[in-house]
T-cell receptor
Framework: QKEVEQDPGPLSVPEGAIVSLNCTYS??????FMWYRQYSRKGPELLMY????GNKEDGRFTAQVDKSSKYISLFIRDSQPSDSATYLC??????????FGGGTRVLVKP | KAGVTQTPRYLIKTRGQQVTLSCSPI?????VSWYQQTPGQGLQFLFE???????NKGNFPGRFSGRQFSNSRSEMNVSTLELGDSALYLC???????????????FGPGTRLTVL
């Protein structure tokens, strides 16, 4: 079993819909969680960063962490075609080592 | 603030050759990590350097090595290249040090290495 599991998609939604992305993780050591967005042939871009259970909101993005269930979620409200990308969840344990999920490809159709 | 920069952006090598990739972190960041991204394995951690010392290492063979300079710039070297080393090599910088702090990591655009 991989440390961080993520549905590869693709997840296709109409413009304006809410995009819901999920990750599950194993290994319960204290850790940070991050969501990255990656466009084709670009480096990952940090979207959200959190280390506690609960919700964290930033503009159209909401990150949710449920440590009891080992579940991480990202919600994108009012999705736009420019949100079409691969979304990667990651957790950080030792130092700055990040363990990534495989990524979910999202397509927002105009 | 300028972001993480990586050079070169694209590289083509043949099997058996060696290659050196360079990364300049965000100004003030002292931690640099390297990752390999392939379609099959996704993003995998190679190693992390902080204050010129390797702090963490992933599960890659000894052909993969790195170093960090006193100005925090880092280089990664791959010797005796294999076809399977074709990948996007990403570098990330962080301000987090040994005394804790924010460990948000910011990635560069990557170096795309093709091994023929």
């Amino acid at each position: 079993q991989k440390e961080v599991e993520q549905d590869p998609g693709p997840l296709s939604v109409p413009e304006g819909a809410i995009v819901s992305l999920n990750c599950t993780y194993s290994n319960s050591a204290f850790q940070y969680f991050m969501w990255y967005r990656q466009y084709s042939r670009k480096g990952p871009e940090l979207l959200m960063y959190t280390y506690s259970s609960g919700n964290k909101e930033d503009g159209r993005f909401t990150a949710q962490v449920d440590k009891s269930s080992k579940y991480i979620s990202l919600f994108i409200r009012d999705s736009q075609p420019s949100d079409s990308a691969t979304y990667l969840c990651a957790k950080s344990t030792a130092g700055n080592k990040l363990t990534f999920g495989g990524g979910t490809r999202v397509l927002v159709k105009p | 603030k300028a972001g993480v920069t990586q050079t070169p952006r694209y590289l083509i090598k043949t099997r058996g050759q060696q290659v050196t990739l360079s990364c300049s972190p965000i100004s003030g960041h002292r931690s640099v990590s390297w990752y390999q991204q392939t379609p099959g394995q996704g993003l995998q951690f190679l190693f992390e350097y902080f204050s010129e010392t390797q702090r963490n290492k992933g599960n890659f063979p000894g052909r993969f090595s790195g170093r960090q300079f006193s100005n925090s710039r880092s280089e990664m070297n791959v010797s005796t290249l294999e076809l399977g080393d074709s990948a996007l090599y990403l570098c990330a910088s962080s301000s987090r040090g040994t005394s804790g702090g924010n460990n948000e990591q910011f990635f560069g655009p990557g170096t795309r290495l093709t091994v023929l």
